[in-house]
């Protein structure tokens, strides 16, 4: 079995508040999810992106960096930090796996308990240029076909009952803003069909779209984790457990304002 906390889009910065998103109020909501996960037993906590955010800034804040670290590596379990559009506004990407201690580029694959868990990047320009860097649009989001190659042989070599796909950008079929979702990854069809044809138990878990979201498609879970910055206060934080059983079932209980939903069977 696992039992791994969830969280996304802290959007963390000391100096900052825009619209929606209390950047400052976000140390002290991860340091709340983390207390959680304490109590509830997690044995690995997967962050879905956007940690940092340095929206107007022209050099990155490292001291906010630091807080994220320093809290971060209180957690005593694994933390494995996937990379998000704002993260890489002043980071590039081997900055950002060596600033999260992650042991290599992405993607990258790894087992723990009974999940195989799959780490992607999508922060790829159509013609397979990083999109580091603010010059960037963020809808520009795209996984090269090397990367989808590496994901159809990494699936199709696991054993594990669970296989967690884990990407900041999200990759359901939506129409919530319009025809084409811009949180969507350009290219998602390639990829969904990747994960509906290897015969796998997938489950992908995203974030990005601030409200969050779930959907069901072609028997896949698609799980977007609403964003930890909306709202100012304990009150509005939002992260998540997801427990694995050796008996088949997968449960995702949602804390504070994220809610709760069975994704494989009864708990």
């Not at 796909?165 to 990854?185: K, M, S």
Request: proline share 4%; net charge negative; hydrophobic share 40%.
């Amino acid at each position: 079995m696992a039992v791994i906390g969830m969280i996304t889009d802290s959007h963390y910065n000391r100096q900052i508040q825009y619209g929606s998103r209390y950047c400052p109020d976000s140390l002290v909501k991860l340091q709340a999810a983390l207390a959680v996960f304490r109590t509830a037993g997690v044995d690995l906590v997967i962050n879905l992106g956007d940690s940092l955010d340095c929206h107007g800034l022209m050099h990155l804040d490292e001291d906010s960096l630091a807080d994220l670290q320093e809290l971060l590596a209180s957690a005593s379990v694994p933390v494995y930090s996937v990379m998000g559009n704002h993260d890489l506004e002043l980071l590039d990407k081997a900055h950002f796996c060596r600033a999260f201690a992650l042991p290599s580029l992405f993607p990258l694959s790894f087992n723990h308990g009974n999940c195989h868990i799959i780490l992607l990047d999508a922060a790829f320009s159509e013609d397979g240029q990083d999109t580091c860097g603010p010059q960037w649009d963020w809808r520009d989001s795209w996984i090269p076909a090397e990367q989808i190659a590496w994901l159809q042989a990494d699936l199709a070599a696991s054993t594990h009952p669970f296989n967690l796909v884990c990407v900041h950008q999200n990759l359901d079929i939506r129409a919530t803003e319009g025809p084409e979702d811009p949180h969507c990854i350009r290219n998602a069809a390639a990829v969904r069909t990747v994960l509906q044809d290897s015969g796998r138990r997938i489950i992908v878990l995203q974030g990005h779209y601030h409200p969050g979201m779930r959907q069901l498609q072609q028997g896949i879970p698609y799980l977007t984790l609403r964003a930890m910055c909306e709202g100012p206060g304990l009150e509005n934080n939002a992260f998540a457990i997801l427990r694995t059983g050796d008996d088949g079932t997968a449960c995702f209980t949602g804390y504070a304002r994220q809610d709760s939903l069975v994704v494989f069977d009864d708990c």
